[in-house]
């Protein structure tokens, strides 16, 4: 007989998985940097491809990885998880909490969360046009006759990867994990073999390369880290992603395997151009032999799409969490697989993407073109997420001051230095990341204030809970059988469409339930700890269902495992009532006009709350009002 797997053995396994599945999601951004990053940072600087120089580069690379990835994020960064949960929404929670509501602090930390938060989606958008494109562009090395093709199949690759977001990525994810392997072991082996042929390129280890190319360029060398800063795209998605894959899976994918092959690709490019000058054109594929390219190509697009779709994947998970800290009107959420919680499809988020990537790839029409745009975005994350994390390691981290401070300044001038450089990038294309996050930003702030300004405009016409139940203890209105569950914002006084409905229909249920859904700043709230419950007099109850900015609600489906003492719960007895408020323009607004009227066309735009708490169609009824905001 057999014996069964031990423990250990059933933890070496699922262990090796979670690796095997951060080289296949996370890794994929900076993964394909080497496609074009050492070409960018001589061609952006008009640099020579001089010894001096070129170890130069290539120290400035090496130290980027080691100093902003390696130590930042992988050491200390990802120590700041939100129970497990990593990102710039979820830091921002762990941020704010214990915070004052309203004060200037937890303004300015709710900000620098937005901000970053807004800059991912300009990331989103230009990592799948410069990754597919430069992965393409490899043809015209291997075949020059494909250059004029190459536009028409980039924008083809994009377009079918984002039609088919729909369908799901659980089947072709399983692939992600072994593709991604293939690629970087590619990546090492391509590199160690110039390095072998140059090894004098190893020179580059030391610092005192980088510090002397810095120094000897100025102001050059300074606009240089413009393109450096490409090395680390895709360092954010290691925090991002923690909490799908667990902090030592990511740590053992980097050290294990990710690191060493970028660092021995990029060395060898800098070995190749050490040799063959020429080679500057693309480096990447120059490294390759003639009949090894095509194959070549055909691997980076692989691992290009790979990336983009992290990416994509990234902006979906980004949006839910917006959407349920209410900095985003509620969408279309569509679940693409029964077993995985985190295989969703937004199709406005998706639709939206891929008219920017589509427009991005023929305003621009080249990867260099391109990586002047890049790097915006990512670094003005980057620098979000130091001032949030030090934040974190103060309240929470019972950090020091000095230690704190100490850290927070090495990190900050790092991550400013390379923010400043892609700055200084706005006239050439840095400023479509920076549109793009400017508009997101502003609509989260918009839809933000405009909620808070409708709950105080629905808390005027409301009445007091004491005046109502005397009213109802008296008789005076008709009960009939049933459970009638009112869902409200507020979870204080009488929900409006509980006075709209019985001011038309003129009864009330048996059993009534004030219903609020509050979103806490915890990824995922435990079921035993989902509801708050007060019984109030004459069969009223006051609920307040707690959520995670993770979790998915689901209204019927809590109450009827939390069974609420003096509540029976019969899903085919209960009606759900839900107000549907059409927002007109006030005489006398809170919000400036021009703000006013987005948040009206945003409303208006805002996905039905019966299908966002997954309540059945069939059992809710919808009230409608109109509200001067």
């Not at 009939?480 to 569950?485: E, L, S």
Request: glycine letters at 8%; aromatic letters at 10%; proline letters at 6%.
């Amino acid at each position: 007989m057999a014996e069964s797997p031990s423990p250990a053995t059933h933890g070496t396994a699922k262990l090796r998985a979670l690796t095997l599945g951060a080289l296949g999601v996370v890794y994929g951004d900076i993964g394909t940097s080497p496609l074009y990053t050492l070409r960018e940072c001589f061609t952006q600087g008009g640099f020579a491809t001089d010894p001096e120089t070129t170890l130069g580069i290539l120290s400035l690379i090496f130290w980027a990885l080691v100093v902003v990835v390696t130590v930042k994020y992988v050491v200390f960064i990802m120590r700041a998880d939100n129970q497990g949960e990593g990102g710039i929404l979820a830091l921002t929670a762990l941020a704010l909490r214990g915070m004052r509501p309203g004060h200037r602090k937890t303004k300015a930390v709710m900000a620098a969360g937005i901000i970053g938060a807004a800059l991912f989606y300009g990331d989103a958008v230009i990592t799948p046009a410069i990754s597919v494109l430069s992965a393409v562009e490899g043809l015209s090395v291997a075949a020059p006759v494909f250059d004029r093709f190459v536009l028409p199949i980039t924008l083809t690759i994009l377009v079918l990867l984002f039609v088919v977001q729909r369908y799901g990525t659980a089947r072709v994810g399983s692939l992600f994990g072994p593709v991604m392997v293939v690629w970087f072991l590619v990546l090492a082996a391509l590199g160690l073999a110039q390095i072998v042929q140059e090894p004098q390129v190893l020179e580059a280890l030391l610092p005192t390369h980088a510090v002397r190319m810095l120094a000897d360029h100025g102001w050059h060398g300074f606009l240089l880290l413009g393109a450096v800063v490409l090395a680390v795209t895709g360092g954010e998605a290691l925090y991002a992603d923690m909490g799908h894959f667990g902090r030592f899976p990511i740590r053992i994918a980097w050290f294990g395997l990710v690191l060493p092959s970028l660092l021995l690709c990029y060395f060898g490019q800098g070995a190749l151009i050490l040799r063959e000058p020429i080679a500057i054109e693309n480096p990447f594929f120059h490294l390759a032999p003639d009949w090894a390219q095509l194959p070549l190509v055909a691997l980076a697009t692989a691992a290009t799409v790979i990336a983009s779709q992290a990416v994509i994947s990234g902006a979906f998970s980004m949006t839910r969490q917006a959407m349920h800290l209410r900095y985003l009107p509620r969408m279309e959420v569509r679940h693409t697989s029964a077993h995985e919680i985190g295989q969703i499809y937004l199709p406005a988020i998706n639709w939206f993407l891929l008219a920017g990537v589509v427009l991005l790839v023929i305003v621009f029409q080249s990867s260099t073109n391109l990586a002047a745009a890049y790097g915006i975005a990512v670094t003005g994350t980057m620098v979000a997420t130091t001032a949030l994390a030090y934040k974190v390691a103060r309240r929470l981290g019972r950090w020091p001051l000095v230690p704190a401070i100490l850290a927070l300044a090495g990190f900050l001038s790092v991550d400013l230095a390379f923010f400043g450089a892609n700055l200084l990038k706005v006239a050439d294309g840095g400023w479509f990341p920076l549109l793009v996050a400017a508009a997101v930003f502003w609509l989260m702030m918009t839809w933000r204030r405009g909620r808070v300004v409708l709950r105080e405009r629905l808390a005027e016409s409301g009445m007091p809970m004491d005046l109502f139940l005397d009213r109802v203890k008296g008789g005076s209105v008709p009960r009939v059988p049933g459970t009638a569950v009112f869902l409200t914002s507020s979870a204080r006084g009488l929900p409006p469409s509980l006075l709209h409905n019985l001011k038309h229909n003129k009864v009330l249920h048996e059993r009534v339930v004030l219903l609020t859904v509050e979103t806490e700043d915890v990824p995922y709230v435990p079921a035993a700890d989902r509801f708050q419950v007060t019984p109030y007099t004459a069969g009223f109850f006051r609920v307040i269902a707690h959520y995670g900015f993770m979790d998915e609600p689901d209204i019927p489906n809590a109450l009827l495992e939390r069974r609420i003492p003096g509540l029976p719960f019969d899903p085919m007895d209960t009606t759900y009532f839900v107000s549907r408020e059409t927002l007109i323009p006030s005489s006398r607004p809170d919000l400036p006009r021009w703000q006013e009227l987005v948040f009206i066309a945003l409303s208006k735009l805002s996905g039905s709350a019966s299908e966002y708490f997954r309540i059945p169609p069939g059992r809710v009824v919808e009230l409608g009002m109109q509200i001067e905001i």
